[in-house]
């Protein structure tokens, strides 16, 4: 098992930033790992839709497939499941005029023998965190457009 956690300020309303995270495609553009991720079937974005996400880490490419398994006002989670792992992401939101304060977690349990490098990989998994503690604000500007400055705003 490994678990990444994170704490983000991104200036845009919490409604805006949930809408925006909801659809996993857009992990394309704030998680460093995935390569691709495509969604699976039509229709809105809501609990139950799918996407194939294909993903490199350490040299490899995996593919698993994501699923919306929680939407409500303030948190978002999906399940990711392939033969090696399930991996979950949720996302928990808080906003604070305007600005919208986003505890990240991911949370890897692998299976059969790959559950041996789980501890190995804690590391890794803790750069990759970094690394989208960096990126999403950016993709959430890039979609949203870029909030004009507030000063030093901390929540």
Known sequence: ???????????????????????????EMWDPGTVT???LGGGTVSVGTEWRNVSE???RRTELRYRLVR?????????????????????RFEEHA???RLTYRAHVDFHGLARLA???LQ?????????VSERLPRAVDHALGTPPPQGDRRL
């Open 118 to 120: 789980g501890p190995l």
């Open 37 to 39: 991720c495509e969604r």
């Open 123 to 131: 590391r890794e998994f803790e750069r990759l965190g970094d690394q």
């Open 71 to 91: 939407w409500v006002p303030d948190r978002l989670t999906f399940v990711g499941r392939n033969k090696t792992a399930t991996s979950t992401d949720d996302m």
């Open 1 to 27: 098992m490994v678990e990444v956690e994170r704490v983000l300020t991104v200036r845009h309303p919490l409604d805006e930033v949930v809408r925006y995270l909801a659809d996993f495609s857009h992990a």
């Open 98 to 100: 305007g600005v919208t």
């Open 57 to 59: 880490f350490r040299g």
